[in-house]
């Protein structure tokens, strides 16, 4: 195979791990919005990233880190409800990526692998970088995974033996602008969010525990990555949308499919 095509697949194949683990929490958490807003901010940290020089990925994760700890202030405040912050900072932060992008972006600027992502323009250091973000986040994951899933599945139980549930939620939602950071090249600012919620949304469909969910939801997104580059490829069509049509195509067959039994 040709050295772009390795690439790619290695690079894809950590972006699944990534997302399909941390993925399953946002289904639970009924976080999929959050998730979104975030996603949109990543179009300002690449603006930013390009306007100050300190590159991509940098303004990527200052960003996002930036937006998720205002975010959660915001919600501790309870001034607005969750959803009022979430569509203020969502738009707010897509607009200005345009407006700074359209100011500093040059005649070479590809606007279109931004918004729908170009794997195929993976470079040795994105593979890199996308497998020290997988080590911290999975890493995080496998560490704080029981208090995770307790304030998960019952905060209340869960503050009341002395968790923080406010570190907690920063630190998760931490993670997910780490996750957006390293996912813009493969599936674009406006799609990430399918990574994070199709694939454990059909696995939650056959697993018998949360774990073996996170398992499989991991599978499902190597599938449908692996579906979407073959036939990309094949067809020579938009790697990134095709990722999630291959990932809705896999949605559709779930609801097809024999329950799993209870």
């Known amino acids: 195979m ?78 607005l409800s969750n959803d009022a912050i979430l569509g203020i900072f969502s738009h707010l932060a897509l607009s200005l990526g345009i407006v700074i992008l359209s100011i500093v972006g040059g005649s070479n600027t590809d606007y279109f692998s931004l918004l729908f992502g170009d794997i195929l323009s993976i470079t040795h250091q994105d593979i890199i970088w996308i497998y020290a973000i997988l080590i911290i986040v999975v890493g995080l994951l496998v560490i704080f995974w029981q208090r995770l899933l307790l304030l998960t599945l019952n905060e209340e139980l869960a503050v009341s033996q002395g968790l923080n549930s406010t570190i907690y939620q920063l630190l998760f939602m931490l993670m997910i602008a780490l996750t957006v950071s390293v996912s813009v090249q493969i599936v674009g600012v406006l799609l990430i969010t399918s990574l994070l919620i199709i694939p454990p949304a059909v696995a939650r469909m056959f697993a018998r525990t949360p774990k073996a969910m996170a398992f499989q939801s991991i599978g499902i997104s190597i599938a449908a990555v ?37």
């Open 2 to 79: 040709e050295d772009f095509i390795v690439r790619a697949l290695i690079a894809a194949l950590g972006i699944s791990i990534i997302t399909g683990s941390l993925g399953c929490f946002v289904i639970w958490k009924r976080m999929s919005y959050f998730s979104e807003s975030i996603s949109h901010s990543a179009l300002l940290g690449v603006s930013l990233g390009l306007a100050t020089g300190l590159g991509i990925h940098t303004g990527l994760v200052v960003i996002g880190v930036i937006f998720a700890s205002l975010i959660v202030v915001l919600q501790q405040r309870k001034i």
């Open 226 to 262: 692996l579906m979407g580059l073959s036939a990309s490829l094949f067809y020579d069509l938009a790697t990134g949308p095709m990722i999630v049509i291959a990932l809705g195509v896999l949605f559709v067959a779930s609801q097809l499919l024999p329950r799993r039994l209870s």
